[in-house]
């Protein structure tokens, strides 16, 4: 079961269902629940079939929940302009349905093996002297963050408290503090980086780099994604251990644009200068899941290529 299934992570696990992805774990069956889980009817179905039940329902106010064997909580919106027009009312959201959903949790098989995807915003700005970010990391005061961070780390901060609270009450628990992704089913018209220098490469219009401090971000490929939070789900027990997700594959946003503008041919315009003082830097050190067998399978160039591949194929973009 996919809570929040609609959006980038619910069609990536979809997608590489169809592919056959998830027979390692036997799943013969996939719920999707999200507030409009039957729009995957029209605007994907490519990676539907009968085996795929899709139920329109809003975790925050749901009175109960299907059983399943494996169960991914991935329902918040990640449209960072929510966060600055509707900071409180986002955040609000996602506590809601966190809270209800460990509510309505407490029904559910005691067997079942959940997942919690948090965020690495939880740690808040990185040092810049820090190359990675461990699981075990001073989380900053929820103050000192940027604005556009504080809502939405504040609540997957409380809502990483309640299922650990679940834990304790003897269910299988698992937290995925999940950081930087690409893939075709990532959003091409929001913040995404990434997503937006794809969209422009594909329309061919130039790329363009706005920041003038160095802003070093990894990207881990849908794929790796989809087979890390399964492998963390079937680890899951009553100890709800938090793993790092994503990629510890360093990149400047400005070599990423050019990287992306070479592929498709296109300008890149980038500031003349970057001033060092000002480091951003958002990087997962992925030990702790290596730890348990995990490894990256596709490196930045792979992601691009496969990611740009598969968008063309499905046609999603002209």
């Known amino acids: 079961m996919i809570i929040g299934g609609s959006g ?49 329902l809003d975790i925050a106010t749901a009175a109960e929940l299907p059983n399943a064997d494996y169960v991914i909580h991935a329902a918040a919106s990640t449209d960072a302009a929510r966060y600055l027009s509707k900071p409180h009312e986002e955040r609000n959201n996602i506590l809601a349905g966190t809270l209800n ?12 093996k959940i997942v919690y995807v948090s965020s690495g915003a939880v740690y808040g700005q990185q040092p810049a002297c820090l190359k990675e970010l461990h699981e075990d990391f001073d989380l ?29 009450l003897g269910f299988n628990m698992s937290i995925a503090r999940c950081f930087a992704f690409v893939g075709a089913y990532l959003p091409r ?3 995404f980086a990434i997503g937006n220098f794809i969209a422009d490469g594909l329309y061919n219009r130039s790329i363009t780099v706005n920041s003038k401090h160095p ?4 990207y881990m490929y849908a794929d790796d994604l989809v087979r890390w939070l399964m492998t963390i789900a079937e680890n899951s027990s009553t100890d709800c251990s938090i793993y790092n997700v994503g990629s510890s594959e360093p990149i400047l946003i400005r070599d990423l644009a050019h990287k992306i503008g070479s592929y498709f041919g296109v300008k890149v315009i980038v500031p003349t200068a970057l001033f060092d003082s000002e ?35 499905l046609n999603t973009w002209t």
Not at 45 to 51: E, Y
Not at 291 to 312: C, F, H, N, R, W
Request: a positive charge.
């Open 189 to 191: 018209d929001q913040h």
């Open 101 to 112: 959903f460990c509510r309505l949790a407490k029904l559910m098989r005691s067997e079942s």
């Open 215 to 218: 802003v070093y971000r990894s």
């Open 8 to 56: 980038f992570f619910g069609k990536s696990f979809l997608d590489a269902y169809q592919r056959g992805l998830l027979t390692p774990w036997d799943i013969s069956e996939i719920i999707v629940l999200s507030r409009n889980a039957t729009a995957l009817a029209h605007s994907n179905p490519n990676i539907l079939d009968s085996s795929i039940k899709l139920i329109n």
């Open 140 to 168: 900053s005061p929820i103050e000192n963050m940027p604005i556009i961070k504080r809502d939405y780390a504040a609540a997957k901060r409380h809502g990483e408290a309640a299922v650990n609270q679940l834990s304790k």
């Open 279 to 313: 480091v951003d830097r958002y990087i997962p050190s992925i030990k702790k899941a290596e730890s348990i067998g995990l490894t990256i399978k596709y490196d930045l160039e792979m992601a691009l290529s496969q990611t740009i591949e598969t968008i063309k194929k």
